[in-house]
């Protein structure tokens, strides 16, 4: 079995030997060790579109807007990827990104999942019918169970989800009502037995 080291390495050379600056190789071996870690094809769709990439063009996306429509090529899922990371304190004001035709856009995944970590929210990303609830670059929760190859996505979207509790106040109240039973109250003994009590000064 490959070491998460051993993919991170060869996608990144894999990449510069595709075109991409050594800069945007590293992000991209980076993303493939996390999509392998999460259980994700990431080397089946990078080899993929490395493959298709020589035959074909696509579009590079730099200055992402709230609706981001395709001119003439389907979208490069690593530079709209890069772009989307970098410009990520602006874009999230938007609430709802959207993207059309983006080519292989599980490699976009992991650059969304580092994303939700740098603004400190969880990002819904829908690809077409496949939802990826990203959790602050810890885990990814999605309703897609195939786990192989996606070759495009007619419609992308990031939603920025709101942080909130999951447990109403009358249940946070009951909880801490349960609690309280472990209080103890805190006699004159306690006081100068605990930590930091004591009869000398020594500053």
């Known amino acids: 079995m490959k070491s998460l080291s051993e993919?991170?390495?060869?996608?990144?050379?894999?990449?510069k030997a595709s075109g991409y600056s050594w800069g945007i190789?590293?992000?991209v071996g980076k993303n493939t060790r996390m999509l392998e870690m999460f259980g994700f094809s990431g080397i089946k769709n990078l080899i993929e579109y490395y493959n298709i990439k020589k035959k074909k063009n696509f579009e590079n996306l730099k200055l992402i807007n709230k609706d981001n429509k395709v001119k003439s090529h389907q979208f490069c899922p690593i530079i709209s990827g890069t772009s989307?990371?970098?410009?990520?304190?602006s874009l999230e004001n938007l609430n709802e990104i959207k993207f059309e035709n983006l080519a292989y856009p599980l490699l976009f995944l992991p650059?969304?999942?580092?994303?939700?970590?740098v603004i400190g929210?969880?990002?819904l990303l829908k690809l077409d019918n496949n939802e990826f609830l990203l959790n602050f670059n810890i885990s990814i929760y999605s309703n897609w169970v195939k786990k192989d190859v996606?070759?495009?996505?007619s419609l992308v979207s990031a939603r920025f989800l709101e942080n909130s509790d999951s447990f109403s106040e009358n249940e946070w109240k009951q909880l801490y009502?349960?609690?309280e039973d472990t209080?103890?109250?805190?006699?004159d003994s306690l006081k100068l037995s605990g930590a930091g009590a004591g009869l000398t000064d020594n500053d």
């Not at 993919?7 to 990449?15: G, L, M, P, V, Y």
């Not at 209080?183 to 006699?187: A, D, P, Q």
């Open 7 to 15: 993919i991170e390495t060869t996608s990144k050379r894999a990449s």
């Open 177 to 179: 009502k349960l609690s």
């Open 121 to 123: 929210k969880k990002i």
């Open 111 to 117: 650059f969304a999942s580092r994303a939700s970590e």
């Open 183 to 187: 209080f103890v109250e805190e006699k």
């Open 84 to 89: 989307f990371l970098d410009q990520i304190k």
């Open 25 to 27: 190789s590293e992000e």
């Open 150 to 153: 996606i070759e495009s996505a």
